[in-house]
């Protein structure tokens, strides 16, 4: 609590990054190296994947046979998908949780758009002040679901256009579907 002018005011607590960071690469295998044959992202370590980020400094350290430190993974999903989301101003950890694990899956762009739908402001991708304060009013119960829908929504629209991706469908479902009740 804090006093401020005779005032007692309970400081909000916010999403925490480490317990987002955590859950989420478990979901992505952890600090593993793999590729999966059909996958876009070509070659992935712990959830990076090549393709889409080939400048990620971990790749020099894996193509000299290493594996990266740790903090260097930690440091990308800050950098490229907790701050970008504004997850430190996300009231609730359970939301917070679900659209950085979905940044991370879909790109944040993608998942800010789909949170912005389910809140009912403008879908532009980025996190305002508007969005931030639509989030935060929302009960976690309702965005997940709501959120859930909507990645659903999105995933069969991928494998609607491209069969190929179908094998990847189920993992997608249930990832969505995590954590709604």
Known sequence: MIASAGLICR???MADFEKAYEKTLAKEGGYVLHAVKGDRGGQTYAGIARNANPKWPGWIVIDRGQE???DLVRHFYLVNYWRPIRGDDIARQEIADSLFDFAVNAGVKTAVKL???VCGVTADGAVGPKTLQAINALQVDYF???FALAKIARY???VAK???QMKFLLGWLNRSLEGVK
């Open 11 to 13: 400081k909000r607590a």
């Open 68 to 70: 990266p430190e740790a």
């Open 115 to 117: 949170a912005q739908i």
């Open 144 to 146: 997940r679901a709501s």
């Open 156 to 158: 069969r629209d991928i």
């Open 162 to 164: 491209d069969r190929t």
